[in-house]
């Protein structure tokens, strides 16, 4: 069944690149693009109801990858509406639910606030239409996980049209590569103090490298953070919108019918496109960035630190082996409560096998 | 491992850090580092609005009333949005639906016209061997709802997808991962789960039965051996429930201390429910039974019921999946599951030799229930007789 993956993956990407074209956010504009690329039939033929269940059941958790950052809000809204034409062209009986993981419950939620806050009802309707048909699972994570040590997993990539600009500067400069940078830079100004002419000191005729690169790096990623946050200040406009009784209550409320209008005057200017007047039609406005609510400076995180876990086998090796050295021999073979051959290698009787 | 030393009694969660307990992955796409499962679905019961998953239905008037609200719509534009974002206009229309359309632009359904064209010349091959081992439990249960509302699964409860391997026992199950899975509420008692798993080797019978057949159900090993424990992070829950049983755990916590290995703690099962765990989702843990019979034993799912979930408390331990073996035929009538196993055996065409009840006792006994002839019986079940 994984062999799919990659397949719906492609379908996935054309369907939300064609969407990206369309530069909206329009569930009138996702439709047609639904249609001509004839999604329904994803589903159509014979199957086992099992089979059945099982491909319904990975067409959602691949397409739900779309419905999450570090996507732009246009891709994420393309992801809401691919769900909810899964979820309601698929034929298992009953449905199979959309996964939901907890970890991406406020992802969700800060999501459906900036497409109200943004006036993208039809966004807001979609979700909450998803949501009050019991289309979730409220699960721990968005896949059913069976531990499957030999197979390879497969690379999850991440579409890079997709994805949410200031995302790129933030995964440029993390913690990590900058210590990198400062490792190399000591390595390389003591090997250049080695070869020296006079040894220890570094000589000038072959010192071409800047002393602060490290901290120079830092400096001019917090000043552009800073003018973002600048910029992003500077396009709220004064007065609010007529209808919109911006204002009251909490600070925080103002603070969020403010981020609403920059989010709206963002996209209206990037597209040109002319406000409509009448409120009822206001849904239906034609205005998208690519780069949507996502880019609140506020989110981003400039330094964050990842420590790559050890392998079992590793921590199996500090856990025991280094402890106890006369158990060496028991100890490399001990790779957890009593595992088996996990190979899922199909009878070898078989004379065609498919071929994916 | 250190929520292994957390790991067991109850009230853990009351403490627990909640960030700590909203599932991460360890490994990506392979298992989420432990957490405790009871805080983790107090975490998304604060998070939800109940109506969210509650068995009722939502009105639907209700709803856009209450959208209406929310966005300061009016109805006619609520209206509007009903009619433009109607799952209506998603689908095909009246077209076959059991068709794999070709010349279709999506890979997915190229991808699977090809294998469906496999399939179908497959099916002319081997007509009888199509989804032998494809067995489907899942639907019989789905939406089921209890008489008596006091068997409900309440709502918010936890469920939790178990998948139980069998044990390499033949040759011919080493390349597959035969199992077993089940769903199992996070109230309910680990040794509830134990009751559930059916093996073959608890209906084993041990001994040589030729002169008494009739004796030989009654040494059935599930009630001879009772000891069985569940190994969960670092912590071995004992079925303790009889007199007979034996922490056999035992052994393994002490050998580890002598040996300097990181120590292991007891519990007993019976006392212990899944929402009291401390674990890792997608992770190999252990069950093991008859003394040496170890299953392999992973958790791949922990959610919240959901509507139409088997709601009947009752059916719980629910089995969704079950492998379906082949089974050994009686060597005589080619028809009926075998259950017994000769050696020695003059009558037999071959050496060991299977045979149905039924065969057997024709075959080897006279009217009056008298041994005809020199041969060794043992009572035999058959690794497909839980099909
Ligand atoms: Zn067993
Ligand atoms: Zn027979």
Redesign the pocket.
Known sequence: MDNYIQALKADFEELLGQFQRTDSVRYENFLPIWRNLDFPSLFYGKIVPNEMRIFCRLALATAYQYFLPPYTFQIRVGGLYLLYGLYHTQLASPKEKIRIALKDWEEVMKFQQDAANAQHYDVVYILRKLLSEKSFYFAAMPKQLNYQSKKKPLRNEVCEEFRERPQRVKDLISMDTLEEVMNVQQHYEKMKAAISATPGQLDSAINFIRKDLVSQLRSTMMEYHKLEEQQSRDTVPKSGDGDNAAGEGSSEQQECSQRAQLLASIKSKSYGHVLEASKSRRHRQVEMDTSGSGTDPSQLVLFRKKKRPLSLKARTKKNLIDKVGTLKQEATEFTGPGMMEENSKENSKKKRRFRW | MAAAASGGGAGDGDRADAQENVPTYEWEDKNTKAFHVAAFGRLWREKLDPALYCYQDTEEDAEHAQLARELELSEETMEELRVICSPDSLTGGDVRTDVVPHDSSLKTVRLRKRKQDYKDSLRRDFPAKQDVFASELENLAIGRRPMDPELLVPEGEIILTVNVL??VIFEAFKFCRHHMTLQVMGSQKLSELRDA?C????LQVYGEFSSTPDMAPEFISKDLYKSAFFFFEGVFYDDMRYPECTAISKSTIEWAKSHDFPTYRSAKMEETTFNDLVVKIGYPYL?C??GD???VVIITDIRLAHRDDCLDKNLYPLLIYKHRMLTRKCSVCNLYISRWLTTDDHLAPMDPCLFCDMCFRTLHYDKEGNKLGHFLAYPYVDPGAFN
Request: charged residues 15%; negative net charge; contains cysteine.
């Open positions: 069998y044990p798993i093996c073959v080797s608890d069950y039974h008859q019979c170890e299953h």
